[in-house]
């Protein structure tokens, strides 16, 4: 297709036949869209290396976000292209690379978790609250953050769904008895934003006389509850639990076997199978969800 030709299509017609070829759904699709249209947007009738190296470049500084993440954004541009038959400007092996520094990135000491969620969890806001608690239990990226909604989270039936990124597996987990009252204090209809997230993070160290250092958040704590679990579990579990990308399709019952389950009201009720027997395996020797509880 000629370069006057995809100019005519106009942005609807872009976006429409990338998203003809999505086999994700749910907040998964709707998440690749997002990136893609943000694209478009940025980009106006520009479709050159240029103008996709500004646009990374604008995230990693408006966004703050990681190497890991832009990787994931540039190959959803590059889908873009392809499935609009637009030459891509880039040969390969020129995708983002993921420098050693954010290789190497540092987790958060144990003991200052701790001392945060003790913190937290005695004068801290609803929204530190809930999402210290989320991330301190299920180790959640901040995008998986940010697309949980009320449906995702229902405390009725002790469980939460957690439709994750960057083409890791969507997981329904149970909800530790620790971290439901704390849960309960937040509104997940209140739409929060990665800048939101980010922002929140500062408050949390704040509360703990923290001095921020350069690539500490969230993920941080992510990082932490990874490498303690593998101190103590199987690096299956611990990568199921986690919801990390499955790496090849040589274990299909596994990939196959189901995370979500409807029910009458056509909403996940239960976590049973691999999933329940993966979260009963790491509650039992996780190393924060005890400091949640009331008297500890």
């Known amino acids: 297709m000629t370069e006057i030709d995809w100019k005519f299509m106009g942005k609807l017609e872009i976006l ?46 408006k966004y703050k976000y990681s190497d890991g993440t832009l990787n994931f954004i ?79 989270v229902k405390l009725k039936d002790k469980v939460i769904h957690i439709a994750t990124a960057k083409h890791g597996r969507e997981r329904t987990h149970l909800i530790p008895e620790g971290i439901a009252p704390y849960l309960a204090q937040y509104d997940f209809n209140d739409a929060i934003s990665e800048f939101g997230i980010f922002v929140l993070w500062y408050r949390l160290e704040y509360k703990i006389g923290l001095t921020h250092t350069e690539q500490v958040g969230f993920h941080s704590i992510r990082r932490t509850l990874n490498t303690l679990l593998l101190d103590r579990l199987p690096e299956v579990t611990v990568s199921g639990f986690l919801r990390w990308k499955q790496r090849t399709s040589s274990n299909m019952p596994f990939r196959y076997s189901a995370q979500r389950f409807v029910g009458r009201e056509g909403t996940s009720t239960k976590v049973i199978g691999e999933a329940l027997d993966v979260d009963s395996k790491v509650f039992a020797v996780h190393p924060f969800i005890k400091y949640w509880d009331e008297d500890v």
Do not use: C
């Open 16 to 61: 429409e036949n990338y998203s003809k070829g999505l086999s994700s759904k749910g907040k998964t699709r709707s998440l690749y869209l997002r990136f893609a249209k943000d694209y478009l947007d940025y980009a106006g009738n520009r479709f050159d290396r240029e103008i996709i190296n500004k646009y990374l470049d604008h995230l990693r500084k």
């Open 74 to 152: 540039f190959r959803i541009i590059r889908t873009l292209f392809n499935r609009n038959k637009i030459d891509w400007p880039f040969r390969r092996g020129e995708a983002p690379q993921i420098r050693e520094d954010n290789i190497k990135a540092p987790a958060l000491d144990p003991n200052l978790i701790i001392e945060m969620i003790q913190a937290t969890k005695s004068d801290g806001t609803p929204d530190e609250i809930a999402f210290l608690a989320l991330s301190t239990t299920y180790g959640l990226r901040k995008v998986e953050m940010v697309e949980l909604s009320e449906s995702d």
